[in-house]
């Protein structure tokens, strides 16, 4: 008689890692951060080698701390990426205290003090970012404007860095000539102002879609997260249902008074949207883990910035999103179990 | 039960059994009023009072009143108290009246004031109960002054600022300020300063427990080996 040997599922498994994982997550971001780099300058890279370096001193420092092997958990990179999601969310020329600043309280509270990767409820990278938002608004609302705007030359290497590590600006240039509000900024106190969406859209800070300079960014970041998509790095469920779940909510009030509210492409094309929904809400360990869920999670983070965006303090509102949806994850798992071939419904 | 010491009874309500460490009993004030040491402390002294008065109430009327309606009885006693020191501050300390607002009256919902005298002061001795009283209270007010001399410091680089709300003229040479030209660093005074701040000090109190716990084995079996040897 012939014996087969019985095994549940999954019966195909992939090899990956969690190093492989997000070093995939990091190769993704490049078209990404090579537009910012190519559009805000300098600043975008130095920000990043600064987080890195911050981000991998915190992580051996607590590693060493709490007793854990530091090889194995260095190796795995997840650092890195929480490095780098916060300083792609940083203005460029952010004085160097308020990167190490927002990498240690991603890296020591909302990852180690909650146990480490896998045991965090809540993003680290976007714990960071919250805590220099809601601590130092000042600071975080000095972005750049784009290169090729009004910006006769661009910062030199050396400028930049002085800037970043000395706050000094560069005498050549006025705070006002560098820094600008961003398209989302604009539009909401223009807005505030009386003004229609149309007649904003014609200032230069506009481009074909979505902000100038700004929207490159934004097409590499798509670029990235599809191919993340594609090799199943991270679950289509997710962006699919933040970006529908926004584009659904931005349909309506813009069928509702065009006036006022801002086309849907704009919101899907603008500000964190697209980053935000391949990269910071697939966080497979703060995500929710269900394929039911993960669409729920999606298209409620999607509400949310669409939420924030238009009736909250604030311009943009994907990191508050994620960290709400974040704390329902949980909830949203044990609601969409799902059911066991051949069990009960319900 | 009652042959408690004095001591032991002290070293619980201000440590072992702190209400704001470890049984976390009045978070709502804890959490709210922390924001800088003269406000936290100013609570404390309000609340300390507080515990005083209603524990030693409570233990001198033990003996008369039924256990079923002993309940009622506490929040009777417990709301005048709080209504005599709300009436008291707002008489002296005007200024600290203001700045701390609902929560003076809110000390009378306050869970450790009825803790104690549910779990302490009706079970015990008047020279007891004030005792335990007056070590609670000191262990709720060592949580508010710590949370807000940490908070207060992280958040704005100064410590005992505006501490003449407290001590009047005397209190405006009181101000530390420690760094110069401080930015602040908002989120320590916003509500989630107050938790992540808790946390830090609930851990710390813990780390200081276990190290002289593990210090007491260390020595006991130590003094056993001499012993055998």
Same mark, same amino acid.
């Given at each position: 008689m012939m014996r087969f040997k019985i095994v549940t599922s999954p019966h195909v498994l992939q090899n990956t890692s969690v190093g492989q994982v997000m070093r995939r997550v990091l190769y993704a971001m490049i078209p990404g951060v090579a537009a910012l780099i190519g559009f805000f300058g300098w600043g975008v890279l130095v920000n990043l080698? #600064?987080?890195? /370096?911050?981000?991998?001193?915190?992580?051996?420092?607590?590693?060493?701390?709490?007793?854990r092997r530091l090889a194995l958990h260095l190796s795995d990179f997840s650092a890195v990426v929480t490095a780098w999601l916060l300083a792609v969310a940083l203005p460029p020329l952010a004085p160097w205290w308020l990167t190490t600043l927002g990498v240690m309280a991603a890296i020591v509270v909302a990852k180690h003090l909650y146990g480490g990767l896998g045991y965090n409820p809540f993003n680290p990278a976007m714990v960071g970012y919250v805590v220099l938002l809601t601590s130092f608004p000042r600071e975080m609302s000095a972005w750049l404007i784009p290169h090729g705007l009004y910006q006769p030359q661009a910062l030199t290497f050396l400028e930049t860095l002085r800037t970043i590590f000395s706050g000094e600006w560069p005498a050549r240039f006025a705070l006002d000539a560098l820094t600008g509000a961003t398209p989302l900024d604009a539009l909401r106190t223009q807005i505030g102002l009386? #003004?229609?969406? /149309?007649e904003i859209r014609n200032s230069p800070v506009f481009g074909f879609v979505a902000g100038?300079?700004?929207?490159?960014?934004?097409l590499g970041f798509l670029a990235g997260g599809l191919w993340l998509v594609y090799t199943r790095t991270a679950d289509w469920r997710i962006p699919t249902g933040m970006l529908g779940g926004l584009a659904v909510i931005a349909t309506v009030f813009y069928l509702i008074d065009p006036q006022h509210y801002a086309p849907p492409w704009f919101h899907v094309w603008s500000g964190a949207a697209l980053f935000g929904a391949f990269f910071i809400a697939t966080d497979p360990v703060t995500a929710s883990t269900t394929p039911y869920g993960r669409l729920i999670y999606g298209v409620g983070v999607g509400i949310l910035v669409y939420i924030i965006r238009g009736f909250g303090g604030y311009p943009d509102g994907v990191a508050f999103a994620v960290l709400l949806m974040n704390i329902a994850a949980p909830s949203i798992d044990l609601c969409t179990q799902p059911r066991v071939f051949g069990a009960r419904r319900g | 039960m009652n042959d408690t010491g004095y001591?032991?009874?002290?070293?619980?309500?201000?440590?072992?059994?702190?209400?704001?460490?470890?049984?976390?009993?009045?978070?709502?004030p804890l959490l709210a009023v922390s924001n800088s040491v003269v406000n936290g402390l100013g609570l404390g002294l309000a609340t300390l009072l507080v515990l005083l008065?209603?524990?030693?109430?409570?233990?001198?009327?033990?003996?008369?009143?039924?256990?079923?309606v002993r309940i009622p009885v506490f929040v009777l006693v417990i709301a005048c108290v709080v209504t005599a020191v709300e009436l008291a501050m707002h008489a002296f300390l005007p200024r600290l009246y203001t700045v701390l607002g609902i929560f003076i009256p809110l000390i009378v919902t306050n869970c450790c004031v009825i803790g104690r005298a549910e779990a302490f002061a009706f079970k015990h001795r008047v020279a007891k109960s004030a005792v335990d009283g007056i070590a609670t209270g000191l262990g709720f007010m060592l949580a508010l002054v710590l949370l807000g001399a940490l908070r207060e410091v992280v958040g704005q680089g100064t410590l005992f600022g505006q501490a003449d709300l407290l001590f009047g003229e005397f209190g405006k040479g009181l101000t530390l300020h420690l760094v110069d030209d401080y930015r602040g660093f908002l989120l320590a005074i916003l509500p989630p300063g107050a938790f992540i701040g808790l946390g830090c000090l609930i851990a710390l109190k813990n780390v200081i427990?276990?190290?002289?716990?593990?210090?007491a084995i260390a020595q006991s079996t130590t003094v056993l080996l001499e012993a055998k040897s």
């Open positions: 080698v #600064l987080a890195t /370096a911050v981000a991998l001193l915190a992580e051996t420092v607590m590693l060493a701390v709490r007793g009386g #003004l229609t969406v /149309a100038q300079g700004w929207e490159w960014a934004a | 001591l032991k009874i002290l070293k619980d309500g201000v440590w072992t059994q702190n209400t704001g460490f470890v049984a976390l009993l009045g978070l709502c008065i209603s524990n030693v109430a409570v233990s001198l009327i033990r003996n008369l009143v039924r256990p079923e427990d276990s190290r002289v716990q593990r210090r």
